[in-house]
């Protein structure tokens, strides 16, 4: 069975072949200036994408909000399907838990964004001055984007280990605390912890998007400003930050929405514990399907979120996709 | 600009603050994985070690089946990328020479999946992996890993495509290459630095995934790619902090190198689908 599926992958891959021998007696004659053949050439170099995405994307997809729809534990696809309910939904918005969960989520968003923003803001600002080794501070600045999540966790981990961690070293060296601070015991310190490795995670996006922004500011602008007298506050207010609005928009929602799906960063570091303190509804939504298997619940949770994240797309898609057609 | 030699001070050091800052987790890790486990379990705490304990990378190899998970995280990556661009390296160049209909709305789509929560399509993947005996192999977590770069390398090799002069396969058709002949001997060369960087930028997505790998590889140790078994680690009743950094390190050397090359593209690709 397993090697029947992915032959069909490799088949997908590689279809094109075949076609090209096919249309290749009448493309002897293929000039541009027959749209007709054109367009047939257009929508089967598409074909395989449409078919890979329809049965690992749009299929999957529409089999989600299928089960969210029936009061399943573990689904199987055809075998007797229940009859669609709201059962699922009923119960999603009248446990307390979801709330909690749409509670943990917002002020992580919230929290994770800002802290995200002023930091990229702050070094895209570094990065845009003019300075010898300026391309490997660039490099260095960004390096967090490419560590693994995985591995970013672990190194947080021990970094804030409760015994031994260089964290409590820190605070307790310098007397800030009397002993060292257990941080994944208690709520408030794991949900600290899971915002730093975000931060972490996250800022490099926003420092390479905003030093993109800053870097298509003519100087001349600043040059009249400067003449003028402005101040370098004023610069930024009047000059930066509106140069840099088409930025600031995907980049603010991209970064919402990548907080708002993420899973592997508060799975592996603290599994939505301790009591639920760090459980979002992407780990609300795993949990449900995988320990508890109310896949039918689960995928209700995840219905939902995807609703939000599609709200939340709509504004960038509006701004975004409109002028590249 | 002229600045002060007091400015020039000032912005050199906290370029050198700045970067120290956001560097230390990864110095940290790197320092932890060569100290002594004694010294890691006392106060304070080792910047330097004085005798680097280099052999731990190969006992943290040895130990455990980290050169199997990194070899599965790897095949992983080359059949999720060698599948999606196959497919994607096609749509994005119809997408970008061909008035398609419904091209808009796919163009949409492809965009909207790029946000899809991965805890939503973890569910009836697994539901239909399950059912087709794909629960185990790395053939689920190819299929899964496709589902988010096909979206997100069609629309930066469409990016690519559009910067490609059209001119050049028109000269090439007339001088007797089908436009399939004109795809593959013209336009792919010219768009190669892009395709390469596309096909790093998908090793880098493969890499990084958790949800998928943790979900669908759970039988047995040998089939977990790498972020999986490393997660593992710190449920060992044993924590040997220097060999889990070790093998957090190997985990992450790939990506650190495969940045290294992409860095100047990254602009580009992160802002695909974002910006234009």
Do not use: H
């Given at each position: 069975m397993a090697r029947q599926t992915a032959d069909i992958g490799i088949a997908r891959g590689s279809s094109p072949p075949p076609v090209a021998s096919i249309y290749r007696s009448r493309w002897f004659d293929f000039n541009l200036s027959r749209p007709g053949n054109q367009h047939k050439l257009g929508y089967i170099l598409l074909l395989p994408a449409l078919l890979l995405i329809a049965a690992i994307i749009a299929y999957p997809l529409i089999l989600s909000i299928d089960l969210s729809l029936q009061d399943v534990k573990i689904a199987r696809i055809g075998s007797g399907d229940q009859p669609w309910t709201l059962v699922n939904y009923q119960r999603l918005f009248a446990s307390a838990e979801f709330w909690h969960s749409c509670w943990v989520t917002i002020r992580l968003v919230l929290l994770v964004t800002t802290s995200c923003f002023i930091i990229g803001m702050g070094t895209a600002l570094l990065l845009n001055q003019v300075f010898k080794g300026r391309k490997l501070a660039r490099l260095l600045i960004a390096i967090p984007w490419a560590i693994p999540e995985v591995v970013a966790v672990i190194g947080f981990w021990w970094i804030f280990d409760?015994?031994?961690?260089?964290?409590?070293?820190?605070?307790?060296?310098?007397?800030?605390?009397?002993?060292?601070?257990?941080?994944?015991?208690?709520?408030?310190?794991?949900?600290?912890?899971?915002?730093?490795?975000?931060?972490?995670?996250?800022?490099?996006?926003?420092?390479?998007?905003?030093?993109?922004?800053?870097?298509?500011?003519?100087?001349?602008?600043?040059?009249?400003?400067?003449?003028?007298?402005?101040?370098?506050?004023?610069?930024?207010?009047?000059?930066?930050?509106?140069?840099?609005?088409?930025?600031?928009?995907?980049?603010?929602?991209?970064?919402?929405?990548?907080?708002?799906?993420?899973?592997?960063?508060?799975?592996?570091?603290?599994?939505?514990?301790?009591?639920?303190?760090?459980?979002?509804?992407?780990?609300?939504?795993?949990?449900?399907?995988?320990?508890?298997?109310?896949?039918?619940?689960?995928?209700?949770?995840?219905?939902?979120?995807?609703?939000?994240?599609?709200?939340?797309?709509?504004?960038?898609?509006?701004?975004?996709?409109?002028?590249?057609? | 600009m002229h600045r002060s030699p007091l400015h020039s001070a000032m912005l050199y050091l906290t370029v050198i603050v700045v970067c120290a800052i956001v560097m230390f987790p990864i110095y940290w890790m790197f320092t932890s994985s060569l100290a002594p486990t004694s010294q890691l379990k006392q106060f304070p705490p080792v910047f330097w070690p004085a005798e680097p304990n280099w052999i731990v990378y190969w006992e943290s190899i040895t130990e455990r089946p980290l050169l199997r998970w990194l070899t599965n995280s790897s095949l992983a990556a080359a059949g999720a990328v060698a599948l999606s661009l196959s497919v994607s390296v096609l749509a994005a160049y119809s997408l970008s020479r061909f008035r398609v209909r419904g091209g808009h709305e796919l163009g949409l789509f492809i965009l909207v999946s790029k946000m899809l929560p991965a805890t939503l399509l973890v569910i009836p993947l697994f539901v239909i992996f399950r059912q087709i005996g794909l629960i185990g192999s790395l053939w689920s977590i190819v299929l899964a890993h496709a589902t988010l770069i096909v979206p997100f390398s069609t629309w930066m090799l469409k990016g690519y495509f559009d910067t490609i002069p059209t001119e050049l396969e028109q000269a090439a058709m007339i001088d007797g290459c089908t436009p399939l002949g004109a795809l593959w001997r013209v336009v792919l060369p010219a768009a190669a630095p892009g395709i390469a960087a596309t096909a790093l930028y998908g090793v880098v997505l493969s890499w990084g995934d958790y949800a998928f790998a943790r979900t669908f590889l759970t039988s047995a140790q040998n089939s977990w790619t790498a972020n999986v078994g490393i997660a593992t680690l710190k449920g060992e009743h044993f924590t040997a902090w220097n060999e889990i950094m070790a093998a957090a390190m190997l985990t992450a050397i790939p990506i650190i190198i495969i940045y290294l090359f992409l860095e100047r593209y990254l602009v580009g690709g992160l802002t695909s689908g974002a910006v234009k």
């Open positions: 409760s015994s031994f961690g260089v964290v409590n070293w820190t605070l307790v060296t310098l007397g800030i605390v009397e002993r060292p601070i257990a941080w994944f015991s208690s709520g408030a310190g794991a949900f600290f912890v899971v915002t730093v490795v975000m931060v972490w995670k996250g800022y490099p996006f926003v420092s390479i998007m905003l030093l993109a922004g800053l870097q298509s500011i003519p100087e001349e602008f600043y040059e009249a400003a400067r003449v003028d007298g402005a101040t370098a506050w004023q610069r930024f207010l009047n000059i930066t930050l509106p140069c840099l609005s088409p930025v600031l928009g995907p980049t603010l929602v991209l970064v919402m929405l990548w907080v708002f799906r993420d899973f592997s960063v508060i799975y592996v570091l603290t599994q939505g514990g301790p009591i639920n303190a760090t459980e979002t509804l992407g780990i609300m939504t795993y949990e449900q399907a995988f320990s508890f298997f109310k896949m039918g619940y689960a995928a209700a949770i995840g219905v939902v979120t995807l609703v939000i994240c599609a709200v939340a797309a709509r504004f960038m898609v509006r701004r975004v996709a409109q002028p590249l057609y | -």
